[in-house]
């Protein structure tokens, strides 16, 4: 029986100050006149742009000086912590050009940074410095009261709706479509994977859970793959026929091909929806039935991706393809790659197996708008860096369930799904960055494809999505034997540009600006740090260079190396003779400190239980993931559970429990009863001397010795089907909020004190401040005697 499933809860770090670069800006208001204190409010919001410090060095001299700190940006362009709806739409007509810079190389959209002169009949591009003339709708006499001229003169985000080609095909809007591709393997029957699947799917387009439903036209494609590809048409003078007619490719084809006119395979949800619901319910019964015998694993997982690419060549869309076969060992399909099609795109990622084929399969999937989202489930070793392959180049996502349980993992997986159709989604879009004083992107951390080396091309982009970047402060053309070079200007810009289709047809694009103060003084730049968003970064850029060098030795030896040389950096620089550091650096240090002790980076304890399927998944992860879900990795987060039926919210469904400290005094001294986020899995922990009521309202008995340990876990103590009681639903209501907002599933672990918890090896591993590691087996201040001093 499934479990039923809950309203999902956004996420518990979007009111966290400690994320918002807002406020980081503000400090500096004080250093600074009046004017350019209001202009710095006009910055776009965090949410969307995020930068490792905010306080730009004025010289090369300077940017030397705060050597191996890297000016590293996170962008989402669709944040789903804001409402698409409150950002302004900007719509000047057919009959106008967009307000921008003239300059071919700049090409800016105008923004509150830009400086009117000669009465307004012009504007100085704050980017480039280009004088452009002044549009004739932006006659401040007569419009003066636009909302228009006001937002884009006011506003760090805004839209512009556009009439005329700015991409790079000319061919109608794409709407948008979702395939279905399901494993109907024994394996994936048999783990209840297949059926899983199916069921969420179901519920999703019974309840018209997909975004702006009601405002787009949806289309929907199922087919169902093992040794054949099965396709269930809807024959549209026939729309009330309930028998399941299903046609199929055979394995011994060789040839892809459709075996029946496009529109009958991917149809219009509004019209079909009834049908559609029961052809998935008519195969379910299909595959449960007694008569059905299908082979041990699918082996068309890479020719049913390329029917999809048949399909939707013309319409793009997102492929949600669910495995629960074992792939490692498949070929590539026989039709061969068009290389003509990929001349103009080069992809920032790295050549991992088979000589590049199934990349360049990404690619032209990518340039027909179609992403591929992967569900894998398995129980054997599976080659997770083959599939990465078609999800980095197409911008798609991967979902990784090792020994699938539908009583664990269903809820996730309905969440997972879910949130993707839910999630805002734009099509065939491009983000190009526009830098002032010759800033540029040197490192692509999170692996994207270029369109002409300038354009981030997405052939479609939700609001779960985000970028990580390096910049470059060229300060010089030769940066070593030059002569210092210096910015001669108060601010240095940084915009940003979303070009996209949306669901109704309408060509958008977003516009992003920030606006950073320029310093002269190096303890600003240092004091403007945001240690979470650099903590994050880092860890990004430590993954990016693990895979360079293919060597984790060497990358852990230079990132150890050059740890110790930012902090000689910072106290030569400041001249402080007591090792004292401010609070950014000290976070910093915990953040670095937690990545030495990470599982994934320890030098002598490699991967997870030295498993490489799961280790390359969490590193393809942590590149695409939000800076918020990876900073769990790194310094886990600890709710203190003792009060949270006296303090929970009764209006507020949002609300969790406090977080406390990463160390053994914070355990000690604020409860007895924890929920861990380690971001590989939680842990349920109770101390000792933890209260009898809990372990009564828990475990259903009155003393912790009668309980029966080999029998403790998830599924037991919180029976989906059992009328729980008040702190059994407090506790199972927060662990699935937590893991509804994660992009990686988390499995439960109950771990008692001095019982299960092998020694405390198990809960020590999770304390970054002073916990158990083979590498780094001290505390914080010992971390700074023997790493930072030595």
């Known amino acids: ?123 100085k591009c704050n980017i480039c410095k280009n004088i452009n003339k002044t549009l004739e709708y932006y006659n401040f006499s007569i419009n003066e009261n636009d909302n228009n001229i006001k937002n884009e003169l006011n506003t760090g985000t805004y839209e512009f709706i556009t009439y005329k080609k700015y991409w790079i095909k000319d061919r109608p809007s794409i709407f948008p479509s979702y395939y279905f591709l399901i494993d109907i393997s024994k394996s994936a029957i048999n783990s209840g994977f297949a059926q899983c699947a199916l069921e969420s799917i179901k519920d999703c387009i019974n309840n018209n859970y997909f975004y702006n439903y009601n405002n787009f036209d949806i289309s929907i494609c199922i087919i169902t793959y093992e040794e054949h590809i099965n396709f269930y048409p809807l024959d549209i003078n026939n729309k009330f026929n309930h028998n399941l007619n299903i046609l199929s490719i055979n394995e011994k084809t060789n040839d892809l091909f ?17 049908k559609l619901i029961q052809i998935i319910e008519n195969i379910q019964n299909y595959i449960s039935s007694e008569n059905y015998n299908p082979p041990n694993e699918a082996t068309r997982f890479f020719d049913v991706i390329k029917i999809c690419d048949l399909i939707g060549e013309n319409k793009g869309g997102k492929i949600l393809i669910f495995s629960g076969s074992n792939i490692s060992k498949l070929n590539l399909m026989n039709n061969p790659i068009n290389e003509n099609t990929l001349d103009n795109y080069n992809t920032h990622k790295y050549k991992l197996t ?65 949130k993707i159709i839910q999630n805002q989604n734009v099509f065939e879009s491009g983000l190009k960055f526009r830098f002032s004083h010759k800033f540029s992107v040197k490192d692509y951390i999170t692996p994207v494809l270029l369109y002409n080396k300038d354009i981030i091309f997405f052939p479609n982009l939700d609001s779960d999505q985000n970028y990580s970047f ?32 949306r669901g109704d047809g309408k060509k958008i694009i977003r516009v992003y600006n920030l606006c950073f103060p320029v ?62 550091i401010s609070e950014e650096m000290k976070i ?19 991967g997870i239980n030295n498993d490489d399927d799961l280790t390359n998944f969490y590193f393809t992860k ?20 003792d009060n949270i039926i006296l303090n929970s919210d009764q209006n507020n469904n949002n609300a969790f429990p406090p977080i406390i400290n990463d160390n053994i005094e914070s355990l000690v001294n604020n409860g007895t009863l924890f929920l861990i986020d380690n971001g590989f899995y939680l842990i349920l922990y109770l101390r000792n001397n933890v209260d009898k009521n809990i372990i009564f309202n828990l475990f259903d008995v009155n003393d912790i010795n009668e309980i029966n340990f080999e029998n403790i876990n998830e599924g037991n103590i919180f029976d989906y089907n059992e009328n729980k009681n008040e702190l059994k639903n407090k506790i199972s209501e927060i662990i699935d909020n937590i893991r509804s907002i994660k992009s990686v599933f988390q499995n439960l672990k109950i771990i008692f004190e001095g019982i299960n918890d092998q020694k405390g090896k198990i809960i020590n591993q999770n304390l970054i401040e002073d916990n158990y590691c083979r590498e780094y087996p001290f505390s914080f201040e010992k971390f700074f005697d023997n790493i930072i001093f030595k």
């Open 1 to 123: 029986m499934l479990p039923k499933i809950k309203k999902e809860i956004k996420s518990p770090f979007l009111n966290e100050k400690s994320f918002n670069q807002d406020s980081n800006i503000q400090n500096q208001e004080n250093n600074i006149s009046s004017f350019k204190n209001r202009i710095l409010n006009f910055n776009s919001s965090s949410a969307f742009i995020k930068t490792t410090y905010s306080n730009i060095p004025k010289s090369s001299y300077l940017k030397k000086q705060i050597k191996n700190i890297p000016l590293g940006l996170n962008i989402s362009p669709l944040s789903n912590y804001i409402d698409s709806s409150s950002i302004p739409l900007i719509d000047y007509g057919e009959s106008y050009d967009l307000p921008r810079c003239k300059n071919p190389k700049c090409q800016a959209y105008i923004n509150p940074y830009v400086e009117f002169i000669n009465g307004n009949e012009q504007w």
């Open 258 to 274: 459709l075996p029946t006119n496009k529109d009958f395979l991917l149809v219009n949800l509004k019209e079909y929806k009834n």
């Open 354 to 418: 088979d000589g590049g084929q199934i990349g360049k399969l990404g690619i032209s999937i990518s340039l027909h708008g179609l992403s591929v989202n992967i569900f894998q489930s398995c129980k054997t070793h599976n080659n997770l860096k083959t599939q990465n392959q078609i999800i980095v180049n197409s911008n798609g996502n991967f979902f990784f369930y090792r020994n699938f349980s539908p009583e664990l993992h269903y809820k996730n997986l309905y969440n997972q799904i879910k």
């Open 470 to 501: 390096i910049l470059e402060m060229n300060y010089q053309n030769n940066y070593e034997s030059s002569d210092n070079y210096t910015i001669n200007d108060d601010f240095t810009y940084l915009q940003a540009s979303l070009f996209y289709n």
């Open 519 to 580: 310093s002269s003084n190096i303890k600003d730049i240092y004091d403007s740090i945001n240690p979470e968003i650099l903590g994050a970064i880092t860890t990004q850029k430590l993954i990016m260079d693990i895979y360079r060098s293919k060597k984790l030795v060497d990358s852990i030896n230079n990132f150890e190396k050059k740890f110790y040389e930012i902090y000689s950096a910072y106290f030569n620089n400041l001249n402080i003779f007591k090792k004292e």
């Open 588 to 606: 910093y240090s915990l953040y670095i400190l937690g990545i030495l002790k990470n599982c994934l980076f320890n030098k002598n304890d490699r």
């Open 622 to 641: 942590m590149q695409k993931i939000k800076i918020e879900e990876v900073l769990c990795f790194i310094y886990p987060r600890i709710y203190v559970l």
